[in-house]
């Protein structure tokens, strides 16, 4: 049940939002569905963005939207609406009514199997995810002026700015269907971030830094994220281009969740079932290194993917995804485990709270431990373009970052091409470190690759 701090800046009471799944679900009902789910959801913010010290632009969000899904049989429609009148919830229930009406049956469509649904004590648990941020435009601009001054007086070579950002998010919901799930909560995600650009002309660089919390008080402060902004900027200054070459390659922690989010979506129902994935058939394979495991725990408090249920409203639960390399589940939504003859394992709606480690990782394998490993090779702390084919694993990206000789960085580099195949990749980490860093609902430390081909001058 949400708690009562959920009325805090939201136009909607929860207990408003439960009548209207109700309703909604009544409306159905009446209507003829044999099967019916509702889910309705209200998100409020504030974003404010300042460059070089004067304000830039500040925007207030307030959006409400009600979807509804309507079967009969084994056809589905569905409709949305942001309008809560008693009218507006017949005119959506009958246009949901009206598209199942004319959609073919399809064998993989309906709600879950209600011995999957979150029973009423599940739906309740508190994840402790909502944290309302009681902060104005002004104040907002001005920590983003501290954040972005605080880059500016690193260094005289610290020369321009693209802006530093606040944003405060909060929104609540509620779900129901006609199988006897229902269930809601309120949740808050919080960032603040800045952009400095280092040296003149053709010479310049940028980089950037930020940090995301659900509580406003756990993020770092201004200071902290501008002089680290700074630095990184810093450090990119009389990049070079590096001769092409197969070398290992060393993945920053901020850009090694990337590798962990290939891995979700190669494994992933809807990937699978179409056969648009190079890893189709590969539950119980060996398909990492065979020192990698990667677990999921929807329930971390606090954690940015945890959620008591999925957006089916069907349990979440701790579980081994790989375990010693080997594939023990897959990330399948109702609709996607019907369409493959397995089980839904919970994600409608994405993987939660991902952590990718090896058996390998010592304590102290920080960076520096992972830059001797490296070697002789390529740190790599960006990545540019889309260059990923998930049909045949093949893995192609624009990057930039750091060639290192004798375990340390020598140098920056840019205008490089990385490639390899992700099946070989994953099978070819060599480390992972333990200087794990979260980048959404995923976290991982710096991740070694035997070797990949780096086009260069």
Known sequence: MTSHRAAQGFAYHPDQFQQIVEDTLSLARKLGASDAGAEVSEG????????????ENVERNRDKSLGVSVYLGQRRGNASTSDFSTAALRQTVQAAYDIARFTAEDPAAGLPDAADLAQPQEAARDLDLFHPWDIDAAAAAELARECEDAALR???????????????QQAHFWAGNTRGFRGGYSSSRHYLSVSPIAGRGKGMQRDGWYTSMRDASELASPQAVGRYAAE?????????????AEVPVLFENTVAAGLLGAYVQATSGGALYR??????????????ADHVDIREDPHLPKGKGSAPFDDEGVRTSARDVVQGGVVQSYFLSSYSARK????????AGGSQN??????????????????????????????????????????????????????????????ITIAGHLREMFRDIVAIGAD??????????????????????
């Open 44 to 55: 409020v913010g504030l974003s404010v963005s300042v460059r070089k010290g004067e304000l």
């Open 154 to 168: 690193v260094d005289r070579r610290i020369t321009n700015s693209e802006g530093a950002g606040v944003s405060a």
């Open 232 to 244: 990184r900027a810093l450090a990119r200054l009389n990049s070079r281009r590096v001769a092409t």
């Open 275 to 288: 056969k648009a994935s190079f890893l189709v058939d590969c539950l119980g394979q060996p398909v990492l």
């Open 340 to 347: 493959l003859g397995l089980r839904t394992t919970g994600h």
């Open 354 to 415: 991902l952590s990718m480690t090896s058996r390998l990782t010592r304590p102290g394998d920080d960076l520096n431990a992972m830059l001797a490993k490296l070697g002789r090779g390529l740190f790599v702390t960006e990545l540019m373009g889309q260059g990923v084919n998930y049909v045949t694993g093949d893995y192609s990206r624009g990057a930039a970052g750091f060639w290192v000789e004798g375990g340390r960085i020598a140098y920056p580099v840019h205008e």
């Open 436 to 457: 794990v860093y979260t980048q959404g609902s995923k976290s991982v430390g710096s991740v070694l690759i035997g070797h990949l081909k780096l086009a260069g001058s």
